[in-house]
């Protein structure tokens, strides 16, 4: 409902909330992004340099041991079926390549197992492709999580 949408909303900043991305640009983003073009960068990224998916595994190491629970929400990043470079490109990806034994629950998350880098680990992916607005119960043993990524 829209009273649901708004109160969703709420728990992000104003400036983030801003109108979407044409779908042309993001589009045109996308398949910049996914080459690996050099001038892939966008300045207009609060992030401006080192990425999440640079980082997150260094994090991990930081905190106490991991719960080997990870909760991703939106497609994955990188290359598809072996066709683009082999890079860190996705947050979740890469800390599940650390972390192999893990599980990932994982929402409207596409197809998985077409993800280069993280293909031979599909197997510990539980998808679920669902209305996320209508559907916000998460099951218990996600509850704790080590990431949370909201794509």
Known sequence: SDEERRQLLQAFPEEARGRPVPIELLAAKEAAYSRGDPGRRDDACPVKGDHL????????????PPLGRLFNIGELYG????????????????????????????WNCGQV?????????????????????????VPPEFREVDLLRID
Do not use: K, N
Request: proline share 8%.
């Open 53 to 64: 998916e640079q980082a997150v595994v260094e994090v991990m190491h930081s905190l106490p």
């Open 79 to 106: 290359g598809r079926l072996g066709e683009l470079p082999e890079r860190p490109d996705d947050p979740t990806v890469e800390l599940l390549r650390e972390l192999p034994w893990a599980q990932v629950l994982c």
């Open 113 to 137: 197992s077409a993800v280069t880098r993280v293909a031979h680990l599909a197997s510990a992916f539980v998808l679920h492709e669902l209305d996320l607005l209508s559907s916000l119960s």
